[in-house]
Structure formats: structure tokens, C-alpha cells
């Protein structure tokens, strides 16, 4: 990992001196070239990635098209995509092989999409998620590398993370989210005044300092510790990056606009909780996106063995999978579907809040590429081939949307490849054993 | 005032010998009031494990550094744990996110600032300023020096020293005050890795040529968070400083006196929280249309009433360990009381109950928490409880149902003909594909059954009366009562806590050794399976501290106990 030991030496070198934040300039990634200019301030607008995470699948018969291309008929668990479906790409189709290791239920699905890698135990990620790697290619010049967040509560539900005992915890708590955005450290990029404040001048000085002291630190270390500390200092990277950001003039970005402090309110999986919940904190994420906070987020609706509940039902929305009758007349389980239906107009919720947001004349959500998906594709038998997934946006047209595109059995981490690609990551295979491959979706390209 | 902020005072305020908790003779750090940098130990050694604080040792420490009035408040990463192992082990393994260090970050601040405040930093700052509007390298170092030594739990190295004096001076010049400066200084140490990790360093073992030993101050960390779940005090580090935690009678004497002291308490709380899953509770939640007397309150106390029964059962009462399993006393709170239906003379607070054996409450698995934890939102879960019981008290993990299991046979709880869970789960287990795990779990949570989704008492299920027999490994018994004899008598019971007592002290699963947990059990059966004598046994044992380097692992460290 490589330091801009260039501008910490600058930093330092004026720490005492008066006019810090004009001898700044503006930090590379803002001019990575990655956007299109804005009309109004001739900035570039930044291409956003994130993902969006449902737990127990669908019933397939009643979700996926059954035609491919851009004029499939829609099944009426997709409906309510209607409205931004011209946005908006359907997968299936694509296998998850483990290659003889067990099928960890409601485990292997999610973490075969995220890291192209079969679990062999349940010991955390058995590898990097790309939306890690995607975020150290487009979000290390921003305050947040990544955002994650769960709108069911729980800190530990969460598929995000470097491998092993590194997870990148969630946020659960609207008011905790708006604090940590909008709080203390938040510069309002449309705000004429900017004064640097001398304790954070002080602040970035003494973080540069423990960054020196690595040499000292990683002397004998072993590898697996190494690891951790290698983990330790990209985290202190995001903390150093935070106090530059403060001490740099933000360039005015149109469509930030800070919103209100959200006030303390219950977290917990229950179903309508739950949908206030993820309307709050995806209200604030938007923001966060438009005001250029972060570049890469990750959103678990719920969880894989979904804890969702309903006042008044005994269950669980995982046990209704299991244990619900499937209704032979209807051809699904209808208790166990109720949930589903919630989840599909959150995500719906979700990409039009995204859409919401004018950018020059793109919107948010076409500045970013979202993609959905869950851990099984069947719950009832925890099925993980055929898994669902959408993608939504374009990231900044560098998608084709609109489509249902079928995988014809080919490996689920052609997705995490292309996605990976489309944002920039320079790799031209990714995934281990049967899951490795260097077959992007040609579909998605445009 | 905590204990060893009581002994930085000392230092801080008189230079003089160190009273508090150094017994015998005041340290020469002590004495001198800045103890010499180290090259035994510090960033010298070989490090063979780095363990991640977990959220109440970050806590107890502060406490104890900088005295309870220091608040914290944050949010903290939760370490991940590996399953059917302890977060001791998941810490090992545990590294830092950004959302986590931008989290630690902000603790570390609000804790500095406090601790250097106008209320505050007299009992720390043992020196004036030249000018407190400038920096003051002197006054600076006598501050963080003996901090440091607290903080890193070990003497700072002189690179640290003078690295952190730096710091202030620094930081003192543009914010235009020294006290800012020991502020910006101190919440970079309360951020580095040798704060958030218990670093453990080793050393060569004069015992084993070619083989390392944890050296002594790694030793002072292990026996203070394992025993008290906390920072090493001033007993600790100056023994430490002596050598004498590699001496096996001194080491046999601090530990003794450690579990012999109150506050092992908070290392017991500790233990069992983690052996038991505590942070469970975390996400506990029940449906308010079944359960509508839960609440959060109720949910703090269920936690509190098997800790509380735990610390008095072993520790007041140096009880057996086995009886944990059988005893009928207990302590109850009103949120409790109204759950169990049984009066309390105080409207506030804890107060001792006993339960009558018709009341079928024996041991910490009759308990509410324990009951309530192991079952679904709204009804009780026989499957659940039992597999808790196999892979958390008797250590036999129970697989997953396989990736493809059928549920077709699975239970319909509207159906009429099957209105207890019994006969539900009997038709489950009649499918071959599905008996050969739910006869492991099963007949052990159906002894529970006439305790519903929250622990409360109840003899029907849907209007038919519940027939409450159970059996573990071929033993048939009746209800609560009965299933806590069984679990006294079965030699699982004690194994798998002398097991987790070792991988709780060494990070490492006990599962490769057999032998020394056997050996643990046998001394533990010895004396009455008292929980001190066995914490007291691992603390001294001399494998739990010997380090293997595997040859075959290209530079990677790993502890591996001797077998």
C-alpha cells in the first residue's frame, strides 16, 4: 500500500504556517477523470458503486422473466421495478459450485457473490470482498472509504470485509448515521466560509506520525499479523484522509443538500422498523453520495437468515421459509412471501431516492452502479444457484441497463469480475477454483 | 479511584516509593518516577499473537488507568466469532475496519480531552509548564512516560518516548497550548495497535533450546485479562520488570493471589459471557403480540440473573462446579419477578431467591435467559435449546442441516392434530435425513418444554398438557431438574469448561489437545471443581505459555500448546 508521503511532508512542513488549506491542493481522486463535467461548476461528478442486500431469495417461478434482452414480461414479484426498470438489469441463471464444500445455509450464497470463493468453515469471509477492492480503487480520497449500513439491526451483518476476522461492521442506527455523516468533521461543500481549524491541523500531524512509527511496529511480526496491521494502517489511511478533507476548501457540488438530524429511535427486525429504518438511513446515504462523503456503500436490508418478524406472528421470516405450507392453490408460501414483497418496494425505495438526486443532467443513480443481491435463491430449500441479482444505475453510462440477462449456468463471480471492471479495478480474472474466471457479462458492457 | 491511577498518583505527586498494590518493595521506576525504556521486552520481542481489546477490556481499562470518571463513550467493532469458538479466539484473528479505528479514534479523543482538563489534570500532570500556552518537552515526558507504561501495558521504548513527546510539542505549537498537546499525544497512544491489541511478545525458553516462551510482560497481560478481565496493574508490571513471571513459584503466588481477589468477579463475568454468547442478547427480541410483558428492561435482567447466580454459586460460595447445574439458588429483580410469578419484597434492585424443586428451576438452564435466548420470537424451540447445550456446555458442536435438507416433513403449527411441539418434532425426526442431528438436540430441549419462548412457566401447549421427559446420552430424566442432575453427572459437563478456560487464556481452541484438557479436568475433579483452582491451574500451566514456530508456515507465528 503506498503513502502520499509527498503531501503528509507538505502538511507538516506548514503546520505552523497561517495559510495551510490554500497550499492543499485539491486531492487526486477529486480530478480522476472518472466523471462528467457539471454544467453549472465545471467539477467532475464522481461515479459511485454500492451494494444492496436482501436475505432468503424469491419464489423463481413468480420473480424471473422468462425471455432475456430488454422486453421481457414482467413476473409479479419483480413488478414493482416497473417504474425505473429501464434503469435497472435483472441476472439469473448463474451457478454457485463449491467444489464439494458443504452449502453453509444462508452463508455460502451471499459470500460466493461477494468474494468469488467458496466457505470451507464459518470463520468470517474466506477472502476479499470486491467491493473492497473496488473501494480502494474510487473511495480513498473521500472521508469514507465505504459506508455500511443494516437496516435489521445488528452490527455483524455484514458482507463486507478484507477476509478472515476483518468485517466491516454496519452502521444501525439512523441518528448514530447522521451523527457520524453530518456531525462534527462534515464540511458543507456549498458553504462560502472555510477556515481551517488548528486542531485539526494538529490532529493530521500527530496520525502522520504514527504512520511513520509502522517500521517500527511491523518489525518481527509474523505474517497473519502483518496482515493486521497492514489492515490497521489502511483504516488509519481513511483517518488521515478525513482530516486532509477538513483542511481542504470542498469544491461546491449542486445537489448537496445537508439534511435534517434524524432523531433516536427504536432498532430492532421488526418488518415496519425495519422499512422507517431503511427510508432514514437511506435518505442520509443519498446525501452522503451527493455531497461527495463517500463513493462506496453497502446496504444489508436484512439478513442472510433473515430475523425479520411481523407483530403478532410467531416466527421468524427465515422459519416461515421453512416451516410455512407452500399454498398448493397460490404456488408459494404467502407469509414468508409478505416479507418479500416489503423488501422488493424497499429496494424500489431505494434506487428512486438514488434517482431522485439531478446531476447536471444525469441523475445520482445513473452516476452510480448498484448492485442487489441475496444469498439463496429458493429459501425453502436453500438453493444457491439461480441466486437473484439486479444491478441499477449505469455508473455514468458505462453500463447497458434495462435487461434480463440469463447466465446459462456459467460461474456467479463473472458478475463480481464485470463489476469490478466497470468501476476500474484492473484485473482481468478473479474468483478461486471453479469459480475463477476471466468472463466478464458482455451483456452489461455498453 | 482505581488502582492504578491510585499508583500514578504516587508517582505523579511524590516520586516517592510506590504504595498501592506493589507489595513488597517499590520498583525502581517507581522510585525514580520514569521507568527506564526497555530493550528485554517492548517492540524487541518476537510477536507471537496480537489479541484485539474486546469491548468491556477497553472499558475496564480505561477505568482502571485513568479512574472511573473518565467516561467512554462509542460505538465498538464487534469481533467477529469463529463458530463454535470463543471471541478470545476471534480476537487473534481480529482486525481493525475504517469505520472501526474512525470510531476508536473518537473515543481516544474524548478520553484525552477529559483526562487533561482543568478537573482532571492535576492528577496526572506532576509538573508546570514553562508556559502552558507553549510546548515543554521535559514536563511532557513526565506525564506520558509513566502513562505509556500503563497504556502499552510495558515501559514505552526510548523511540516511543521521545516519538510521543514529540507529538506534544508538536500539536502544543498550533493549537497554542501544552495541555492540547499532552491531549492530541495521549489519544494517539489510546489509537495505536499496541493499545488496541494485547501484543504478546516472546523469547527464547531456557527450558526447550530453540523453542520461545511468552516473555514477562506478555505474561502480566495474559493473567490480568484472563483473571480480571483488565490492564495489568502495578503488582503486575513491576513483577513483570523482575522477571518474575517466568519464575514458576512467583508466578503460582501472583495468580493465587489474583483469583483469590474480588476482582476476579469481573473475570468469571467475563468468561462465562463469552463461553455462553452473551453478546446474543445484544439482538434479543420477542414478539410483543405473544410476549407483551418483554421489554428491554426485562432483556438487561435475564443476562444479570444467570451472572449473578454463576459469580455467587462459584465464587462466594466456591461452589462445585457441577452444581451450577442443580442448584436452586438464585437472585431476582422485580422485571424477573413478574416473568417467574413470584413475589420480591423490594421494589429496587437484586435480592437472593431460592426455588422450591417443585418449581423445576435447578441450575442456570432452568433460567429465563438461558431459556428465552434459545428460542424463536414467539414460541419455545426444544431443537434450539438442545444444540445450546451440546456446543456450549458439553462442547459437541451439532453440523448444520445440510445445504439441500427437505423440509417437507418439517412441522405446521396451525395443525390441529399436532399441538405440541413433541409431536411436531417426532414427526420431523421419523424423516432418516433429518433424525440423525434433532436425536442429538431434540430429547435434551424437550425436558424444557414447559417453559415457553420467554422462560415463563406453563404446563399446556395449545390446550394439550406437555409432557416435559428428556434424555442425554442414554440418561432419562424429567424436566429442568432432572436435565441439571444429568448434566452434573455427565463428564462432558467439566471437560468442556476446562477446555474453554484454556482457550479463553491462550486464544488458541483446545480442541488438538486432548491431553492437557484431560489433565485440566483430572486436577479439576481434584479439587472439587472449583472454577478458582481451575482458572488458578491454567494460569500456571507451563504449556499454555510455550509458543512453537511451525516450520512449514513460511515465517507465520502460531501458538501451539505442547502436547
Known amino acids: ?446 | 479511584m482505581s488502582r492504578i491511577r491510585r499508583a500514578a498518583l504516587a508517582l505523579a505527586a511524590t516520586g516517592a516509593v510506590l504504595a498501592g498494590c506493589a507489595t513488597d518493595t517499590g520498583s525502581i521506576a517507581a522510585a525514580t518516577g520514569e521507568p527506564p525504556a526497555t530493550t528485554v521486552s517492548g517492540l524487541s520481542g518476537q510477536v507471537v499473537a496480537m489479541r484485539r481489546l474486546t469491548r468491556s477490556q477497553y472499558l475496564n481499562s480505561i477505568a482502571d488507568i485513568f479512574g472511573p470518571d473518565i467516561k467512554v463513550s462509542g460505538r465498538f467493532e464487534p469481533i467477529v466469532r469463529p463458530v463454535h469458538e470463543m471471541i478470545a479466539s476471534g480476537a487473534r484473528a481480529s482486525s481493525i475496519s475504517p469505520a472501526g479505528l474512525e470510531q476508536f479514534d473518537a473515543m481516544a479523543r474524548n478520553i484525552a480531552a477529559q483526562v487533561f482538563d482543568e478537573t482532571h489534570r492535576g492528577q496526572f500532570v506532576p509538573c508546570a509548564p514553562a508556559n502552558p500556552a507553549k510546548a515543554d518537552a521535559a514536563c511532557a515526558s513526565k506525564v506520558l512516560t509513566p502513562l505509556g507504561r500503563y497504556i502499552f501495558r510495558r515501559p514505552m521504548t526510548t523511540a516511543e518516548q521521545a516519538f510521543y513527546v514529540r507529538q506534544a510539542s508538536d500539536a502544543a505549537g498550533p493549537t497554542g497550548s501544552f495541555y492540547k498537546g499532552l491531549e492530541l499525544a495521549l489519544s494517539a497512544m489510546l489509537v495505536s495497535p499496541s493499545f488496541l491489541y494485547q501484543v504478546e511478545t516472546a523469547e527464547p525458553d531456557p527450558a526447550s533450546p530453540g523453542q520461545l516462551r511468552l516473555d514477562n510482560y506478555s505474561r502480566a497481560a495474559r493473567l490480568s485479562f484472563m483473571l480480571w478481565n483488565t490492564t495489568p496493574n502495578e503488582t503486575l508490571l513491576s513483577a513483570a520488570e523482575r522477571g518474575q513471571l517466568t519464575d514458576p513459584a512467583r508466578l503460582e503466588a501472583i495468580a493465587s493471589h489474583m483469583v483469590e481477589s474480588r476482582r476476579f468477579e469481573e473475570g468469571v463475568r467475563a468468561f462465562f459471557a463469552d463461553m455462553l454468547l452473551f453478546e446474543k442478547f445484544d439482538e434479543l427480541a420477542k414478539d410483543p403480540v405473544v410476549y407483551p410483558y418483554f421489554n428491554q428492561e426485562l432483556a438487561k435482567s435475564l443476562p444479570e440473573q444467570m451472572l449473578r447466580t454463576i459469580v455467587d454459586h462459584l465464587l462466594t460460595r466456591d461452589g462445585d462446579y457441577r452444581e451450577l447445574f442443580t442448584t436452586n439458588r438464585t437472585f431476582m429483580d422485580r422485571q424477573l419477578a413478574s416473568l417467574y410469578q413470584v413475589p420480591v419484597r423490594k421494589s429496587e434492585g437484586w435480592q437472593t431467591y431460592e426455588f422450591q424443586p417443585g418449581d423445576d428451576r435447578a441450575g442456570i438452564l432452568g433460567q429465563a435467559g438461558f431459556l428465552a435466548l434459545y428460542s424463536h420470537s414467539g414460541r419455545s424451540s426444544p431443537t434450539l435449546r438442545g444444540r445450546a447445550i451440546r456446543e456450549l456446555l458439553m462442547c459437541q458442536p451439532v453440523p448444520d442441516p445440510p445445504g439441500d435438507v427437505n423440509f417437507t416433513a418439517v412441522q405446521d403449527t396451525s395443525n390441529k392434530a399436532m399441538p405440541t411441539a413433541r409431536i411436531r418434532l417426532t414427526a420431523h425426526r421419523t424423516d432418516p435425513v433429518c433424525a440423525g442431528c434433532h436425536m442429538i438436540t431434540d430429547p435434551i430441549g424437550l425436558s424444557l418444554e414447559r417453559f415457553d419462548g420467554i422462560g415463563a412457566f406453563r404446563t399446556t401447549e395449545n390446550g394439550a398438557r406437555i409432557d416435559y421427559s428428556g434424555s442425554v446420552d442414554g440418561v432419562d430424566f424429567m424436566g429442568a431438574n432432572g436435565l441439571g442432575k444429568a448434566m452434573a453427572e455427565n463428564v462432558a459437563t467439566t471437560q468442556c469448561v476446562a477446555g474453554r478456560a484454556l482457550e479463553y487464556a491462550t486464544a488458541h481452541p483446545s480442541d488438538d489437545n486432548y491431553r492437557l484438557v484431560d489433565a485440566l479436568e483430572q486436577k479439576f475433579a481434584a479439587q472439587n471443581y472449583s472454577i478458582r483452582s481451575l482458572f488458578l491451574d491454567v494460569a500456571t500451566l507451563p504449556e499454555a505459555y510455550q509458543v512453537k514456530l511451525d516450520p512449514l508456515d513460511g515465517g507465520k507465528t502460531s501458538i501451539s500448546l505442547a502436547d
Open chain 1, 1 to 446: 500500500m503506498a503513502f502520499d508521503l509527498t503531501r503528509r511532508k507538505a502538511l507538516k512542513g506548514l503546520v505552523n504556517g497561517a495559510a495551510v488549506a490554500v497550499g492543499i491542493p485539491l486531492l487526486d481522486v477529486f480530478l480522476d477523470g472518472n466523471g462528467q463535467a457539471l454544467a453549472a461548476t465545471g467539477a467532475r461528478v464522481p461515479i459511485r458503486f454500492g451494494t444492496w442486500f436482501w436475505g432468503l431469495g424469491v419464489n423463481p417461478s413468480r420473480f424471473y422473466p422468462t425471455t432475456t434482452g430488454t422486453d421481457y414480461e414482467m413476473q409479479p414479484e419483480l413488478a414493482p421495478i416497473t417504474p425505473l426498470r429501464h434503469k435497472i438489469n435483472v441476472l439469473g441463471n448463474f451457478n454457485v459450485p463449491l467444489d464439494g464444500a458443504p452449502n453453509l445455509p444462508h452463508r455460502s450464497g451471499g459470500v460466493a457473490v461477494r468474494t468469488g470463493r467458496a466457505m470451507t468453515a464459518d470463520r468470517g469471509l474466506p477472502g476479499e470482498s470486491f467491493d473492497v477492492a473496488i473501494s480502494d480503487q474510487i473511495g480513498s480520497g473521500t472521508r469514507f472509504r465505504s459506508l455500511e449500513i443494516s437496516s435489521s439491526g445488528d452490527p455483524r451483518n455484514s458482507l463486507s470485509g478484507r477476509g478472515g476476522g476483518n468485517l466491516n461492521p454496519s452502521e444501525v442506527s439512523p441518528a448514530a448515521f447522521y451523527t457520524r455523516l453530518f456531525g462534527t468533521g462534515f464540511q458543507d461543500p456549498n458553504s462560502a466560509e472555510f477556515k481551517p481549524d488548528p486542531l485539526v491541523i494538529a490532529r493530521r500531524s500527530v496520525l502522520s506520525g504514527v504512520t511513520e512509527q509502522r517500521q517500527a511496529l511491523e518489525r518481527s511480526l509474523g505474517s497473519a499479523d502483518r496482515a493486521k496491521l497492514d489492515q490497521y494502517f489502511t483504516s488509519l489511511r481513511q483517518l488521515e484522509n478525513q482530516l486532509e478533507v477538513q483542511l481542504t476548501k470542498p469544491e461546491p457540488l449542486q445537489a448537496c443538500l445537508v439534511p435534517k438530524p434524524v432523531a433516536d429511535r427504536p432498532v430492532n427486525a421488526e418488518i415496519e422498523t425495519v422499512m422507517e429504518n431503511h427510508k432514514l438511513m437511506t435518505r442520509l446515504l443519498v446525501m452522503a453520495l451527493a455531497c461527495d462523503q463517500t463513493r462506496v456503500f453497502n446496504m444489508m436490508f436484512n439478513n442472510g437468515a433473515s430475523s425479520l418478524t411481523r407483530i403478532g406472528s410467531t416466527i421468524t421470516h427465515h422459519q416461515l421459509t421453512h416451516e410455512e405450507v407452500l399454498d398448493t392453490r397460490l404456488g408459494y408460501q404467502p407469509e414468508a412471501t409478505y416479507f418479500l414483497t416489503k423488501i422488493m418496494e424497499a429496494w424500489v425505495d431505494f434506487t428512486s431516492a438514488l434517482d431522485g438526486v439531478q446531476e447536471g443532467d444525469r441523475t445520482l443513480l445513473d452516476n452510480t452502479l448498484v448492485f442487489a443481491h441475496s444469498e439463496t435463491e429458493f429459501a425453502k430449500f436453500h438453493t444457491i444457484d439461480n441466486l437473484p441479482m439486479m444491478t441499477a444505475g449505469s455508473a455514468g453510462g458505462r453500463i447497458k441497463t434495462g435487461q434480463y440477462i440469463d447466465g446459462a449456468g456459467t460461474p456467479i463471480s463473472r458478475v463480481g469480475l464485470t463489476l469490478q471492471q466497470v468501476m476500474g479495478v484492473p484485473l482481468d480474472r478473479w474468483g478461486s477454483k471453479s469459480m475463477e474466471t476471466n468472463k466478464p457479462v458482455g451483456e452489461l458492457s455498453a
